[in-house]
C-alpha cells in the first residue's frame, strides 16, 4: 500500500510524509485496492478534504514564498513631508525621474 500512495500523492496534492505519518489516512486508504491507482487517488483526495494539513504545502518547486523582498522598499512614494525637506539637487532628481509626483508634491 505504501508504495501506491507514495505514487499517487504528488497527483492528488498530498504531502507524501504527512499521508504516511496519519493514522486515519492510512486506515482510510487499507479499505482500498493498491492496484486501483483512481481508488488510491480518489481515497488521498478525500483525506485531504477531512484533513487539509495533508495538503502539499508550498509550490512543487520548493517551500512556499512568504514576506517582503530583500533589497526592495517597502513604498518607492514620496510623501509631502519628505518633499518639503529635499534639497534642490533632490527636487531635480525627482522632476527626472518621476515628474508626475513632482508635480503633484510642488503644487
Known sequence: MQSAVIAA???AGADIARLLDSNSAMAQLAA???ADPVAVQAAIT???TAQPYLAAAGLPGGPQR?????GTPASTEVTASQF???DYGA???LFESDPDTYRRLAG
Open 91 to 93: 527636487r531635480a532628481a
Open 32 to 34: 482500498v485496492n493498491p
Open 46 to 48: 478525500a483525506a485531504i
Open 66 to 70: 512568504g514576506g517582503a523582498e530583500f
Open 84 to 86: 518639503a525637506a529635499m
Open 9 to 11: 500523492a504528488p497527483t
